[in-house]
């Protein structure tokens, strides 16, 4: 691991944000950052943002502050709504770049330097890296087989539209970054960060995507179902619905009820044809499922509520 280096002018100070909710596997989370290897010219701060009603993860933080070669922030902002503990993040950030990762991964070791050298690159107001899924020997063989949890970004057209929050970096200089804040209305069900990367994108914002800037997050028993996967990509789609009605006129909005429809009953019926290959049936289930969502986001449904149980659901 690089030492921290002395603050100079030509000082990049990036602040990594942890975000978390009762969740034992952060110390393992900031662990893992004591590993990560930087450029002389970087300078590292970590911020822990305590989404719990008390502050229940001051302890864990402060073991692990005297482990930690960089300066530790701990901010108690309640209660469970992750945007709220994302915006403390944002509101706490000083450096050039703040990064997030989630509290139940691990970084690799050029986690940061990958992530940076892709923003140097590119110019980009934001880097997203890839999150490789690690199953226990329980889960499902075809989820295993499909890799059903790993989180890589979406193109369209060659663009990135869209983003996540669990590896990213963001350039807080730039002026479709500064003074953006997650919606606190999603912060319940989740899609927060789709809506802050898409409305940063709608704005003329750039994402760029940093293939070798790896984090790793194990999957516990309780998300190894397809359960839990419907229900997570029914909420993304709910998400894409809404954002979708918002930026098209009204009057096209049966078109894309019917779309949407369509495709969810298409997905469905290829499922069933190939009901003896589990890996090809339950990824086209799931896309029905996110298409469902997809439709009665467009109609305007209540959003379901995930966050909070979810993240109790996965110690």
Known sequence: MTRQPSQTAETIRIDIGVCTFRRPALERT????????????????????????EPSAEPLVDRARRLLPYEVSYVHCPAG???IARNACLDEATGDFLAFIDDDETASEYWISSLLATARATGADAVLGPVKAHYGERA???????????????????????????????????PVIAGRRFSLALGKSG?????????????????????????????????ARFGWLAARRYRMGQTHGRLLGESTPATTRPLQIALASAKSAYCVTTGLLLAPLAVPRNRYLLRAVMHAGVVTGLTGARIIHQYGKLEADAP
């Open 30 to 53: 900031l662990l893992s950052l004591a590993t990560i290897e930087l450029p002389e010219e970087v300078s590292l701060r970590v911020i822990v943002a305590d989404n719990d009603v």
């Open 81 to 83: 709504n992750i945007s």
């Open 140 to 174: 499902p063989g075809w989820m295993r087989r499909g890799d059903f949890h790993s989180t890589r970004p979406v193109w369209v057209r060659d663009d990135i539209r869209t983003g996540y929050t669990c590896n990213v970096l963001l350039r807080l200089g730039s």
């Open 191 to 223: 899609g927060e960060d789709t809506e802050y990367f898409t409305r940063m994108n709608r704005a003329g914002g750039k994402i760029a995507f940093s293939p070798e800037a790896l984090v790793l997050e194990p999957v516990p028993a309780q998300r």
